[in-house]
């Protein structure tokens, strides 16, 4: 455990705020610069966060800055830190490779801020550097020795096998994944992610994280995947995943998840492929919690991008509703057949056909759906601590809006 910081690095740290926000995203482009030469360390990432598009520079660079205006009250940043731990055991990010970012953050920071970045100034932010990279590893052991010790749990990356491809929509398709060796898998939480190790020919290894679309049966997983355009790993398993294909998998992760014992009505409100992991917390409610008030609402183009629909509808009851948006209704398309709304999920329906005063939210979609969700569930006066979402990407920007 690290010794507690010292006034005089906390009040160092504090003053560079005003640089962060100047130059923050420059900062950590040119750290990312310095970390990924080192193909290694590279391969540890998930690079479709990076490059021109990427979120994940912008995301760092507001998780930085909100350390620092924190670093006098961490307790604040907990949620942050465990989602940190969560995603980097997912990625198997081990103690070895936190100096790696030292000395490319440190090596940024001095780059980008010139004189500024003085020697005092670059021991106070690598003691702080440090202090939060001892919180990390020291969780991700924790996780690490957890998963391992569970029934059905592994250390490091498995090998499992593509059993079934179920074509979902016109867009996306379920992988069901057994064990190579044969044995139980982990039970996971429902709402939690696979990493996969996926090493793509005329490319090279690539990490992906995608979400476990079906409640645990001790046996098997399933993932339902959206071909995307332009999307490496996606198109990949589309065009190549088929049954008997072997993938390298790590253990379930995440933060985001059912309660074990959910106290209040549960409101699943999903964009397109967000729905993956809310149809694992709808299996869960059916076979756990059947008493549990549960609305699934599913926002998506029309009925040709409309996944898992008869499966969600299956678990329908007077305790489980379902209400579906389609954007664009195609003409084939049928209003109280297959879907019951046009158009999109706004905070005005939301506040008129969700218990706003009572309800937990579990959210997954696209960043816009989020952003305008979050925003009106928060503006409806639904507690922070009451709206919970994943997101298929760094999520810390959505801290912000």
Not at 362 to 373: E, M, N, S, T, W
Request: with cysteine; charged share 20%; proline share 6%.
């Amino acid at each position: 455990m690290s010794k507690p910081l010292s006034d005089r690095t906390i009040a160092l740290v504090k003053a560079t705020i005003p640089a962060l926000e100047a130059h923050g995203l420059a900062i950590v482009r040119e750290m990312y610069d310095r970390l990924f030469q080192d193909a290694g360390i590279r391969a540890l990432f998930n690079q479709s966060h990076h490059g021109g598009a990427g979120a994940q520079p912008k995301a760092l660079a507001g998780a930085i800055l909100a350390y620092a205006a924190h670093i006098d009250d961490l307790a604040a940043l907990a949620p942050a830190v465990e989602r940190i731990a969560q995603k980097h055991a997912g990625l198997q990010i081990l103690p070895e490779h936190y100096p790696h970012v030292a000395t490319a953050l440190l090596g940024a920071i001095k780059a980008v801020l010139g004189d500024a970045a003085t020697d005092d100034i670059l021991a106070a932010w690598g003691e702080a550097y440090w202090f939060l990279a001892d919180i990390l590893i020291a969780r991700e052991s924790r996780i690490y020795g957890e998963i391992a010790a569970a029934a059905g749990g592994w250390a490091g990356w498995r090998d499992f096998v593509i059993e079934k491809v179920t074509p979902e929509s016109a867009v996306i398709a379920s992988f069901t994944l057994r064990p190579a060796d044969g044995g139980p898998v982990l039970r996971h939480r429902p709402g939690q992610y696979l990493t996969f190790w996926l090493d793509l020919p005329g490319h090279g290894p690539v990490k992906r994280n995608y979400s476990l679309s079906a409640a645990a049966d001790g046996a098997t997983y399933r993932i339902s995947v959206k071909r995307e355009p332009g999307g490496l790993a996606s198109n990949w398993l589309h065009d190549a995943g088929h049954p008997g294909t072997v993938l390298k998998v790590a253990a379930p992760a995440g933060e985001f998840f059912l309660a074990e014992a959910p106290q209040r009505p549960v409101v699943l409100l999903s964009g397109g492929v967000g729905l993956t992991p809310l149809v694992a917390m709808w299996q869960e409610a059916a076979r756990r919690h059947p008493g549990l008030p549960v609305q699934f609402v599913h926002g998506t183009l029309d009925g040709s991008t409309h996944a898992l629909a008869a499966e969600i509808r299956a678990l329908a009851d007077e305790t489980r509703r379902i209400t579906t948006f389609y954007q664009s209704p195609r003409a084939a398309d049928v209003a109280a057949r297959d879907y019951d709304r046009a158009g999109l999920i706004d905070g005005a329906w939301l506040q008129a056909h969700t218990p706003v005063a009572a309800a937990d939210y579990y959210l997954c979609g696209p960043r816009g759906f989020l952003r305008a969700l979050v925003a009106a569930l928060s503006l409806a006066g639904v507690p922070a601590d009451r709206i919970h979402y994943e997101f298929f990407g760094p999520a810390d920007e959505l801290l912000a809006a």
